[in-house]
């Protein structure tokens, strides 16, 4: 840091600013930079206490718990916290903004750290050769961008991911300490401290399509684009006004202290309404597919002063990044060859064999969406985008 024209050293600063320093880091990372500047440093603050999560139930009842018990099978139901970071390499001690990379850590209840692809969620591994690789985090600049959890279910010696997305409010303070999931069919349980069985939210002709953390409250939105509140009771409080059953997959993002509503459309979505427009049937396209693929989004901000949905058609410098545990955003800001005004995002492709009208088959893909215009193209092919999604190759490749 600099004072007037003077360069001055971190261990410099007055002893009484260290502690109320530390008591800002709710990381580990964070914590673990911090002891590394110097020995006064790291002891001036503990070591990074992790938060123990309680148990979870892991059945939907309490009688298929019971019997899971008497069968001798060992099931638990985890979470992982998820962080993602912006990361950027120290260049004469300060970060190179111009190319940062988003790096994804999820930690197992004993603190084990695993990096994850920052969209995709699949793991990333130490290179193919076998060589052990470090790296020193004082090296980088790093920058919290959002925090999720994944539930995952240990049955014996074995962990499996759980492909529904949850909430956790007030993990340290066991009281008021409770879990939102959402369930792959769009319906949300609870369970709080103690709770034996996950409870069904019963909403009435609610089918819910996202969920996320905002300001320390637990919010949803459904198909219908409502966005509604939880509170304390695990009622159903409706913050927003409906937006419209447009699009088939609605996504909540926070930016900039901003709550967003992102609507996807899909090929199936634009095929129905095509038909709805021209009022005759459609002899192309497959209207049941069970993956249809996407092929557009709308941005919506609500202006609550006014109590109504607005449409967003830049995003600026911010990009929105739409994962399966966490959607959040990120700057572009003076980093090069990468735009902002974009959504990430993964889809499911069909492709066929070449010859003799072969299967179909799915895969995923990841995928840049530009507001500006309207293109969707391959990340693979986008080429400011690829590397910021990739840590160095000289320690890290994916599996």
């Known amino acids: 840091m600099e004072r007037g024209k003077k360069k001055v050293d971190w261990s410099d600063l007055p002893k009484e600013l260290w502690p109320n320093i530390g008591k800002c880091l709710d990381n580990s990372v964070g914590v673990f930079r911090f002891r590394s500047v110097c020995k006064l440093w790291r002891s001036s603050i503990p070591s990074f206490q992790r938060t123990i999560l309680p148990p979870l139930p892991h059945m939907y009842s309490s009688c298929s ?29 300060e970060p190179n903004s111009s190319k940062p990379w988003l790096v994804k850590f999820e930690e197992s209840p004993s603190g084990k750290l695993r990096l994850r692809h920052p969209i995709t969620n699949s793991p990333l591994r130490n290179s193919p050769d076998g060589s052990s690789k470090q790296f020193n985090l004082l090296d980088f600049g790093i920058v919290e961008l959002s925090k999720s959890y994944a539930l995952k279910y240990r049955l014996n010696d074995f962990t499996v991911d759980c492909m529904n997305k949850v909430i956790v409010l007030n993990p340290t303070h066991l009281d008021n300490f409770a879990v939102m999931m959402m369930h792959g069919e769009g319906q949300l349980y609870f369970a709080r401290f103690g709770d034996e069985k996950w409870t069904l939210l019963k909403q009435k002709d609610s089918w819910f399509d996202d969920i996320i953390a ?74 049941t597919a069970p993956y249809p693929e996407t092929v557009s989004f709308k941005v919506y901000k609500l202006e609550r002063e006014w109590g109504r949905w607005v449409e967003v058609n830049s995003l600026g410098d911010q990009v929105f990044v739409l994962s399966h545990d966490d959607s959040f955003s990120v700057s572009t800001r003076g980093v090069s060859r990468v735009k902002g005004n974009c959504i990430l995002f993964t889809d499911q492709k069909r492709t066929y064999e070449p010859e003799f009208g072969g299967p179909r088959t799915l895969t995923r893909q990841c995928s840049v969406f530009n507001l500006e215009n309207g293109s969707i193209t391959n990340l693979a092919a986008s080429p400011g985008y690829s590397p910021m999604l990739q840590p160095p190759s000289a320690w890290l490749s994916p599996d």
């Open 65 to 93: 718990s019971a019997s899971a018990r008497a069968a001798g099978t060992e099931i638990q139901a985890v979470l992982y916290l998820i962080t993602v970071y912006r990361m950027e390499a120290l260049v004469d001690g």
């Open 214 to 287: 905002y300001k320390g409250h637990c919010y949803v939105v459904d198909r219908e684009g409502i966005v509604s509140c939880m509170n304390s009771e695990f009622k159903v409080i409706q913050f927003s006004p409906p937006l419209g059953r447009l699009g088939e997959q609605k996504h909540l993002v926070e930016s900039c202290g901003d709550l967003y509503v992102v609507d996807r459309f899909t090929e199936r979505q634009r095929l129905k309404m095509c038909k709805m427009l021209e009022h005759r049937d459609l002899i192309f396209g497959d209207l």
